[in-house]
């Protein structure tokens, strides 16, 4: 069984910027999640996609968009990059939905924005 | 809005001694599931234990384990027999509205484990 895994590993970019990070899902999981983990903090919910929509979103605004493919891969798109952009992001992969389904993590892709 | 608060930026502990960590939630939901999670330097994320609200009962993985006081919104890991492998950044988690796959973290507690 494969584990979640995250492309690239670390990204420098300047401000005003476009990046693309890209997540593959544990084999057989439909539901992924992604957060932004500033230094020093806890992971922050960004948004949600089930079988290639968009389910729930957190409080980030538009220019944080995503993808879901049929093969459950995910993308997450970051436009006009700001300094406060610069965080780790993290993926998670589930199976469906529920009252609980376990997340399971990929290991990150650190962005700085210079 | 929901919040999960972590009252200790930091601990440390010796090898073989037991620590706990302190984790306070607010929610209006009746019935939800809370995580402790673990992220080590290598960054990934790993579910420790988890509790459901509706059990009365503190969950336990070896040698992990919770208090779980619901009237008072608390949630605190205890780690018995620490070793040097427990060092690592801890995490407490309460879902979000809609699932349990929509996780609001707490600022997390930095352990440290001392030999």
């Known amino acids: 069984e494969t584990g979640v895994t995250q492309s690239p590993t670390h990204l420098i970019k300047t401000r005003g910027q476009q990046v693309t990070l890209r997540c593959s899902s544990q084999?057989?999981?439909?539901?992924v999640s992604w957060y932004q983990q500033a230094l020093g903090q806890g992971p922050q919910f960004i948004f949600q996609?089930?079988?290639?929509?968009?389910?729930g979103r957190g409080n980030f605004p538009p220019r944080f968009s995503g993808l879901q493919f049929p093969n459950y891969s995910s993308e997450l798109n970051v436009n006009a990059l700001e300094l406060d952009d610069s965080a780790l992001y993290l993926c998670?992969?589930?199976?469906?939905?529920?009252?609980?389904?376990?997340?399971?993590f990929g290991p990150g892709t650190r962005l700085t924005v210079l | 809005a929901q919040t999960v608060t972590q009252s200790q930026p930091e601990m440390s502990v010796q090898e073989a001694e037991t620590v706990t960590l302190s984790c306070t939630y607010d929610?209006?939901?009746?019935?939800?599931?809370l995580f402790w999670y673990k992220q080590p330097p290598s960054r990934q994320m790993i579910l420790v234990i988890r509790?459901?609200?509706?059990?009365?009962q503190n969950a336990t993985e070896n040698r992990f384990s919770v208090n779980f006081q619901k009237a008072a919104k608390s949630f605190s890991l205890k780690i018995s027999d620490s070793q040097l492998g427990d060092a690592a950044m801890y995490f407490c988690?309460?879902?979000?509205?809609?699932?349990?796959?929509?996780?609001?973290f707490g600022k997390g507690t930095k352990l440290t484990v001392n030999p």
């Open positions: 988690a309460y879902p979000r509205p809609g699932g349990s796959e929509k996780l609001v």
């Open positions: 509790q459901e609200a509706y059990k009365q």
């Open positions: 929610t209006s939901e009746s019935d939800y599931y």
């Open positions: 996609y089930y079988r290639e929509e968009e389910n």
């Open positions: 998670a992969s589930s199976l469906g939905q529920g009252l609980f389904n376990e997340q399971f």
């Open positions: 084999s057989g999981h439909n539901t």
